[in-house]
Protein backbone atom coordinates (compact mmCIF):
# COMPACT_ATOMS: atom_id res chain seq x y z
CA UNK A 1 0.00 0.00 0.00
CA UNK A 2 1.24 3.42 -0.92
CA UNK A 3 1.16 6.12 1.90
CA UNK A 4 -0.85 8.90 1.60
CA UNK A 5 0.62 11.88 -0.18
CA UNK A 6 1.53 13.90 3.36
CA UNK A 7 4.06 10.88 4.18
CA UNK A 8 5.68 10.85 1.27
CA UNK A 9 9.75 11.32 0.94
CA UNK A 10 11.08 14.80 1.49
CA UNK A 11 8.06 15.98 3.38
CA UNK A 12 7.24 17.66 6.77
CA UNK A 13 4.90 14.90 7.31
CA UNK A 14 7.05 11.69 7.14
CA UNK A 15 10.01 13.89 9.83
CA UNK A 16 6.90 14.70 12.08
CA UNK A 17 5.60 10.98 12.20
CA UNK A 18 9.32 10.47 12.70
CA UNK A 19 9.53 11.93 15.74
CA UNK A 20 6.68 10.98 17.24
CA UNK A 21 7.36 7.44 16.64
CA UNK A 22 10.82 8.15 18.41
CA UNK A 23 8.62 9.03 21.02
CA UNK A 24 6.38 6.54 21.63
CA UNK A 25 9.42 4.13 21.68
CA UNK A 26 10.95 6.47 24.53
CA UNK A 27 7.66 6.52 26.29
CA UNK A 28 7.67 2.42 26.40
CA UNK A 29 11.32 2.31 27.53
CA UNK A 30 10.17 4.81 30.25
CA UNK A 31 7.20 2.88 31.13
CA UNK A 32 9.05 -0.42 31.54
CA UNK A 33 11.31 1.28 33.93
CA UNK A 34 14.84 1.48 31.88
CA UNK A 35 15.33 5.16 33.97
CA UNK A 36 18.03 5.60 33.63
CA UNK A 37 21.01 3.21 32.60
CA UNK A 38 24.57 4.15 32.74
CA UNK A 39 24.11 5.58 36.78
CA UNK A 40 20.98 4.03 37.70
CA UNK A 41 22.14 4.90 41.61
CA UNK A 42 22.01 8.79 40.93
CA UNK A 43 18.46 9.57 43.29
CA UNK A 44 16.72 11.43 39.95
CA UNK A 45 12.86 11.31 39.91
CA UNK A 46 12.22 9.40 36.75
CA UNK A 47 9.94 12.15 35.56
CA UNK A 48 12.68 14.37 34.59
CA UNK A 49 14.41 12.29 32.26
CA UNK A 50 11.20 12.93 30.22
CA UNK A 51 11.88 16.57 28.77
CA UNK A 52 14.82 15.73 27.15
CA UNK A 53 13.14 12.99 25.72
CA UNK A 54 10.64 15.40 23.64
CA UNK A 55 13.25 17.68 23.26
CA UNK A 56 15.37 15.52 21.23
CA UNK A 57 12.22 13.98 19.31
CA UNK A 58 11.56 17.84 18.22
CA UNK A 59 14.99 17.95 17.11
CA UNK A 60 13.86 14.97 15.00
CA UNK A 61 11.46 16.57 13.40
CA UNK A 62 13.57 19.69 12.42
CA UNK A 63 16.05 17.22 10.72
CA UNK A 64 14.81 18.52 7.55
CA UNK A 65 13.98 22.04 7.68
CA UNK A 66 16.97 23.20 10.02
CA UNK A 67 19.66 20.30 10.17
CA UNK A 68 22.65 22.34 12.39
CA UNK A 69 19.95 23.29 14.72
CA UNK A 70 18.54 19.61 14.67
CA UNK A 71 21.74 18.80 15.89
CA UNK A 72 21.93 21.60 18.72
CA UNK A 73 19.04 20.92 19.76
CA UNK A 74 19.85 17.33 20.13
CA UNK A 75 23.08 17.85 21.37
CA UNK A 76 21.86 20.07 24.17
CA UNK A 77 19.33 17.22 25.22
CA UNK A 78 21.75 14.97 25.00
CA UNK A 79 23.95 17.05 27.78
CA UNK A 80 21.04 17.36 30.45
CA UNK A 81 20.31 13.51 29.92
CA UNK A 82 23.75 12.83 30.76
CA UNK A 83 23.87 14.94 33.74
CA UNK A 84 20.44 13.33 35.30
CA UNK A 85 22.04 9.73 34.30
CA UNK A 86 21.27 9.21 30.80
CA UNK A 87 18.00 7.56 29.64
CA UNK A 88 18.55 4.09 26.84
CA UNK A 89 15.21 6.33 24.80
CA UNK A 90 17.25 9.68 24.63
CA UNK A 91 20.78 7.68 23.24
CA UNK A 92 18.74 5.76 20.82
CA UNK A 93 16.81 8.98 19.27
CA UNK A 94 20.06 10.96 19.39
CA UNK A 95 21.41 8.32 17.06
CA UNK A 96 18.73 9.64 14.42
CA UNK A 97 19.81 12.62 14.75
CA UNK A 98 23.32 12.42 13.86
CA UNK A 99 21.94 10.23 11.35
CA UNK A 100 19.99 12.55 9.60
CA UNK A 101 22.87 15.74 10.26
CA UNK A 102 24.94 13.81 8.41
CA UNK A 103 22.52 13.28 5.45
CA UNK A 104 20.45 16.37 5.50
CA UNK A 105 23.11 19.05 6.43
CA UNK A 106 26.23 20.69 4.87
CA UNK A 107 29.15 18.68 3.67
CA UNK A 108 31.03 20.94 6.29
CA UNK A 109 28.82 19.39 8.98
CA UNK A 110 29.53 15.55 8.06
CA UNK A 111 33.39 16.42 8.19
CA UNK A 112 33.33 17.96 11.78
CA UNK A 113 30.66 15.19 13.01
CA UNK A 114 32.96 12.70 12.20
CA UNK A 115 36.22 14.40 13.24
CA UNK A 116 34.19 14.67 16.41
CA UNK A 117 32.97 11.51 16.80
CA UNK A 118 36.41 9.72 16.04
CA UNK A 119 37.58 12.31 19.21
CA UNK A 120 35.59 11.21 21.64
CA UNK A 121 35.70 7.57 20.95
CA UNK A 122 39.25 7.79 21.62
CA UNK A 123 39.15 9.98 24.81
CA UNK A 124 35.89 8.06 25.98
CA UNK A 125 38.46 4.74 25.82
CA UNK A 126 41.24 6.70 27.62
CA UNK A 127 39.24 8.29 30.18
CA UNK A 128 37.44 4.53 30.92
CA UNK A 129 40.96 3.01 31.34
CA UNK A 130 41.96 5.54 33.57
CA UNK A 131 38.89 6.08 35.60
CA UNK A 132 38.03 2.17 36.12
CA UNK A 133 42.66 1.15 36.35
CA UNK A 134 41.40 -1.63 34.22
CA UNK A 135 41.69 -2.11 30.54
CA UNK A 136 37.97 -2.97 30.45
CA UNK A 137 37.39 0.58 30.90
CA UNK A 138 37.68 0.86 27.32
CA UNK A 139 34.20 -0.33 26.79
CA UNK A 140 33.22 3.49 28.06
CA UNK A 141 34.66 4.04 23.95
CA UNK A 142 33.00 1.43 22.04
CA UNK A 143 29.75 2.91 23.92
CA UNK A 144 30.61 6.09 22.05
CA UNK A 145 31.67 4.44 18.80
CA UNK A 146 27.90 2.80 18.38
CA UNK A 147 26.36 5.56 19.81
CA UNK A 148 27.94 8.77 18.03
CA UNK A 149 30.59 7.28 15.59
CA UNK A 150 28.50 4.51 13.95
CA UNK A 151 25.58 6.51 12.90
CA UNK A 152 27.31 9.21 11.81
CA UNK A 153 29.85 6.97 9.23
CA UNK A 154 25.85 5.34 8.05
CA UNK A 155 24.97 8.64 7.63
CA UNK A 156 28.29 9.91 5.16
CA UNK A 157 27.53 6.26 3.04
CA UNK A 158 23.92 7.37 3.01
CA UNK A 159 24.76 10.86 1.73
CA UNK A 160 27.48 9.80 -0.47
CA UNK A 161 25.26 7.46 -2.47
CA UNK A 162 22.35 9.93 -3.05
CA UNK A 163 25.24 12.87 -4.18
CA UNK A 164 26.09 9.88 -6.66
CA UNK A 165 22.72 8.75 -7.82
CA UNK A 166 22.04 12.59 -7.84
CA UNK A 167 25.06 13.38 -10.28
CA UNK A 168 24.41 10.17 -12.33
CA UNK A 169 20.73 11.65 -13.08
CA UNK A 170 22.03 14.94 -13.67
CA UNK A 171 24.66 13.61 -16.27
CA UNK A 172 21.73 11.49 -17.79
CA UNK A 173 19.83 15.00 -18.27
CA UNK A 174 22.49 16.59 -19.57
CA UNK A 175 23.34 13.85 -22.08
CA UNK A 176 19.46 13.84 -23.05
CA UNK A 177 19.79 17.28 -23.63
CA UNK A 178 22.39 16.89 -25.66
CA UNK A 179 21.24 14.07 -27.69
CA UNK A 180 18.03 16.62 -28.15
CA UNK A 181 20.53 19.59 -29.27
CA UNK A 182 22.01 16.90 -31.48
CA UNK A 183 18.66 15.85 -32.53
CA UNK A 184 17.54 19.40 -33.52
CA UNK A 185 20.73 20.31 -35.62
CA UNK A 186 20.07 17.54 -37.60
CA UNK A 187 16.79 18.18 -38.72
CA UNK A 188 17.66 21.96 -39.24
CA UNK A 189 20.57 20.66 -41.20
CA UNK A 190 18.27 18.22 -43.23
CA UNK A 191 15.91 20.98 -43.74
CA UNK A 192 18.31 23.05 -45.04
CA UNK A 193 19.86 20.30 -47.34
CA UNK A 194 16.19 19.69 -48.41
CA UNK A 195 15.46 23.29 -49.17
CA UNK A 196 18.22 23.89 -50.95
CA UNK A 197 17.22 20.65 -52.93
CA UNK A 198 13.77 21.65 -53.88
CA UNK A 199 15.07 25.36 -55.03
CA UNK A 200 17.41 23.74 -57.46
CA UNK A 201 15.22 21.28 -58.45
CA UNK A 202 11.82 22.70 -58.70
CA UNK A 203 13.03 27.16 -59.34
CA UNK A 204 15.32 26.41 -61.93
CA UNK A 205 12.70 24.64 -64.32
CA UNK A 206 9.90 26.78 -63.46
CA UNK A 207 12.43 30.05 -63.88
CA UNK A 208 12.17 29.11 -67.54
CA UNK A 209 8.78 27.74 -67.89
CA UNK A 210 7.58 31.59 -66.56
CA UNK A 211 9.88 33.25 -68.69
CA UNK A 212 8.55 31.24 -71.74
CA UNK A 213 4.69 31.46 -70.37
CA UNK A 214 5.43 35.33 -69.95
CA UNK A 215 6.46 35.38 -73.42
CA UNK A 216 4.23 33.83 -75.03
CA UNK A 217 1.35 36.12 -73.42
CA UNK A 218 3.17 39.41 -73.74
CA UNK A 219 4.20 39.76 -77.07
CA UNK A 220 1.04 40.07 -79.78
CA UNK A 221 1.12 38.62 -83.33
CA UNK A 222 3.14 35.09 -82.34
CA UNK A 223 3.08 32.91 -85.19
CA UNK A 224 2.35 28.57 -85.16
CA UNK A 225 6.22 28.34 -84.83
CA UNK A 226 7.15 30.33 -82.37
CA UNK A 227 4.22 29.34 -80.02
CA UNK A 228 4.77 25.69 -80.59
CA UNK A 229 8.75 26.57 -79.82
CA UNK A 230 7.77 28.30 -76.78
CA UNK A 231 5.48 25.50 -75.77
CA UNK A 232 8.27 22.82 -76.65
CA UNK A 233 10.44 24.52 -74.08
CA UNK A 234 7.90 24.92 -71.44
CA UNK A 235 7.44 21.16 -71.91
CA UNK A 236 10.92 19.93 -71.86
CA UNK A 237 11.46 22.14 -68.63
CA UNK A 238 8.62 20.34 -66.98
CA UNK A 239 9.26 16.92 -68.21
CA UNK A 240 12.77 17.54 -66.61
CA UNK A 241 12.03 19.11 -63.30
CA UNK A 242 9.40 16.03 -62.41
CA UNK A 243 12.16 13.97 -63.08
CA UNK A 244 14.42 15.53 -60.89
CA UNK A 245 11.58 15.87 -58.58
CA UNK A 246 11.09 11.83 -58.75
CA UNK A 247 14.64 11.60 -58.07
CA UNK A 248 14.78 13.77 -54.88
CA UNK A 249 11.48 12.01 -53.54
CA UNK A 250 13.03 8.24 -54.28
CA UNK A 251 15.99 9.12 -52.46
CA UNK A 252 13.83 10.26 -49.65
CA UNK A 253 12.02 7.26 -49.10
CA UNK A 254 12.53 4.42 -47.32
CA UNK A 255 14.88 1.53 -49.09
CA UNK A 256 11.80 -0.85 -48.60
CA UNK A 257 9.43 1.71 -49.89
CA UNK A 258 11.75 2.53 -52.72
CA UNK A 259 11.13 1.54 -56.52
CA UNK A 260 14.29 0.33 -57.09
CA UNK A 261 15.65 -3.15 -58.18
CA UNK A 262 15.31 -5.97 -56.08
CA UNK A 263 17.70 -6.79 -53.77
CA UNK A 264 21.47 -8.33 -54.06
CA UNK A 265 22.65 -10.79 -51.50
CA UNK A 266 21.47 -9.97 -48.21
CA UNK A 267 21.51 -5.92 -48.48
CA UNK A 268 18.17 -3.86 -48.56
CA UNK A 269 16.87 -2.24 -51.27
CA UNK A 270 18.15 0.76 -52.99
CA UNK A 271 16.25 3.38 -55.29
CA UNK A 272 17.86 3.43 -58.76
CA UNK A 273 18.58 7.12 -58.69
CA UNK A 274 20.95 9.00 -61.13
CA UNK A 275 22.86 12.35 -59.57
CA UNK A 276 23.42 15.23 -61.36
CA UNK A 277 26.96 15.42 -62.21
CA UNK A 278 29.39 18.36 -63.53
CA UNK A 279 29.90 16.00 -66.88
CA UNK A 280 26.31 16.34 -67.42
CA UNK A 281 26.52 20.23 -67.92
CA UNK A 282 26.56 20.17 -71.67
CA UNK A 283 22.58 18.59 -71.48
CA UNK A 284 22.31 21.68 -69.01
CA UNK A 285 23.10 24.38 -71.47
CA UNK A 286 21.11 23.11 -74.33
CA UNK A 287 17.88 23.07 -72.02
CA UNK A 288 19.74 26.83 -70.99
CA UNK A 289 19.91 27.64 -74.38
CA UNK A 290 16.81 26.45 -75.46
CA UNK A 291 14.81 28.27 -73.15
CA UNK A 292 16.89 31.55 -74.78
CA UNK A 293 19.86 32.07 -72.92
CA UNK A 294 23.41 31.60 -75.28
CA UNK A 295 25.81 30.75 -73.32
CA UNK A 296 29.45 30.35 -74.25
CA UNK A 297 31.27 27.39 -72.38
CA UNK A 298 35.19 27.61 -72.03
CA UNK A 299 36.78 24.50 -70.36
CA UNK A 300 40.02 24.74 -68.78
CA UNK A 301 42.25 21.66 -67.61
CA UNK A 302 41.58 18.21 -67.77
CA UNK A 303 38.10 16.50 -67.07
CA UNK A 304 38.50 13.51 -64.33
CA UNK A 305 36.38 11.81 -62.15
CA UNK A 306 35.26 14.09 -59.14
CA UNK A 307 34.06 13.54 -55.85
CA UNK A 308 30.28 12.69 -55.30
CA UNK A 309 29.62 15.63 -53.37
CA UNK A 310 31.61 18.09 -55.05
CA UNK A 311 30.45 16.84 -58.50
CA UNK A 312 26.53 17.56 -57.30
CA UNK A 313 27.46 20.90 -55.79
CA UNK A 314 29.02 21.83 -58.89
CA UNK A 315 26.45 21.10 -60.79
CA UNK A 316 24.20 22.67 -59.13
CA UNK A 317 25.66 25.85 -58.86
CA UNK A 318 25.83 26.22 -62.73
CA UNK A 319 22.69 25.27 -62.99
CA UNK A 320 21.20 27.84 -60.40
CA UNK A 321 23.63 30.68 -61.80
CA UNK A 322 22.76 30.29 -65.27
CA UNK A 323 19.22 30.17 -64.61
CA UNK A 324 19.59 33.83 -62.72
CA UNK A 325 21.45 34.66 -65.90
CA UNK A 326 17.94 33.62 -67.64
CA UNK A 327 16.26 35.75 -65.37
CA UNK A 328 17.98 38.72 -64.72
CA UNK A 329 20.49 39.06 -67.57
CA UNK A 330 20.24 40.36 -71.51
CA UNK A 331 20.35 37.00 -73.13
CA UNK A 332 23.80 35.79 -72.87
CA UNK A 333 26.45 34.47 -70.36
CA UNK A 334 30.24 32.82 -70.25
CA UNK A 335 30.48 29.67 -68.07
CA UNK A 336 34.00 28.49 -67.28
CA UNK A 337 35.22 25.18 -65.69
CA UNK A 338 38.57 24.85 -64.78
CA UNK A 339 40.10 21.83 -63.46
CA UNK A 340 42.75 22.04 -61.31
CA UNK A 341 45.21 19.34 -59.14
CA UNK A 342 43.24 20.24 -56.03
CA UNK A 343 40.33 21.36 -56.65
CA UNK A 344 37.91 22.34 -59.57
CA UNK A 345 36.49 25.82 -60.31
CA UNK A 346 33.04 26.93 -62.37
CA UNK A 347 32.57 30.63 -63.03
CA UNK A 348 29.53 32.10 -64.56
CA UNK A 349 29.39 35.76 -65.86
CA UNK A 350 26.98 37.41 -67.36
CA UNK A 351 25.77 41.63 -68.39
CA UNK A 352 22.97 42.34 -65.84
CA UNK A 353 19.35 43.87 -66.63
CA UNK A 354 18.36 47.00 -65.71
CA UNK A 355 16.78 46.77 -62.82
CA UNK A 356 12.70 45.29 -62.59
CA UNK A 357 13.99 44.16 -65.93
CA UNK A 358 13.88 40.41 -64.31
CA UNK A 359 11.82 37.84 -62.56
CA UNK A 360 11.76 38.67 -59.20
CA UNK A 361 13.40 36.67 -56.92
CA UNK A 362 14.04 36.03 -53.31
CA UNK A 363 17.59 35.39 -53.19
CA UNK A 364 17.50 32.09 -51.99
CA UNK A 365 19.61 30.88 -54.88
CA UNK A 366 22.97 32.96 -53.87
CA UNK A 367 22.09 31.27 -50.43
CA UNK A 368 22.00 27.69 -51.54
CA UNK A 369 25.32 27.88 -53.66
CA UNK A 370 27.00 29.54 -50.97
CA UNK A 371 26.08 26.65 -48.27
CA UNK A 372 27.18 24.18 -51.07
CA UNK A 373 30.12 25.45 -50.91
CA UNK A 374 31.10 25.91 -47.73
CA UNK A 375 30.08 22.23 -46.35
CA UNK A 376 32.72 21.18 -48.95
CA UNK A 377 35.11 23.52 -47.52
CA UNK A 378 34.96 25.71 -50.85
CA UNK A 379 34.76 29.16 -51.68
CA UNK A 380 32.40 30.83 -53.37
CA UNK A 381 32.02 34.85 -54.55
CA UNK A 382 28.98 36.23 -56.47
CA UNK A 383 28.52 39.72 -57.39
CA UNK A 384 29.40 42.66 -60.07
CA UNK A 385 32.91 42.61 -61.68
CA UNK A 386 33.52 44.96 -64.67
CA UNK A 387 30.42 45.86 -65.15
CA UNK A 388 28.89 41.99 -65.00
CA UNK A 389 27.49 39.66 -62.16
CA UNK A 390 29.85 36.98 -61.74
CA UNK A 391 29.25 33.75 -59.81
CA UNK A 392 32.67 31.74 -58.65
CA UNK A 393 33.12 28.50 -56.26
CA UNK A 394 36.02 26.75 -55.95
CA UNK A 395 35.13 23.39 -54.44
CA UNK A 396 38.18 21.15 -53.48
CA UNK A 397 38.15 17.70 -54.69
CA UNK A 398 40.78 16.25 -51.76
CA UNK A 399 43.54 15.54 -54.41
CA UNK A 400 46.99 17.26 -53.61
CA UNK A 401 48.93 17.92 -57.22
Known sequence: MRPPPWLGSGTLGRDLALAAASLAGGLVLYALGWQPQVRPDTGVPSALFLPPLLVMCAAVGMRRVAPRASLAVGTGALAVDTALGNSLGTILVYTQVLYDACVYGPPRLWRWLLRVTIGLSLVGAVVGVISLDNWRGVTIGVLVVLAGLLPVLTGISVRQYRDQAAAERARAEQTARLAELDRQQAVSAERARMARELHDVVANHLSAVAIHATAVLSVPGLDRGQISSALRVI????????????????????????????????????????????????????????????????????????????????????????????????????????????????????PVRAPGGGLPGAGAGLIGMRERATLLAGRFTAGPQDGRWQVRAALPTGEVG
Do not use: F, W
Not at 247 to 259: D, K, N, V
Not at 306 to 317: E, S, T
Open 235 to 350: RESSVQGLAEMRQMIELLREPATGRGPAPTGDGPALPEVVTARLAEADGLVERIQAAGLAVRVRTDGTPGPLPVGVDLAAYRIVQESLTNALKHGTGEAELTIAYRPSEVVVTVEN
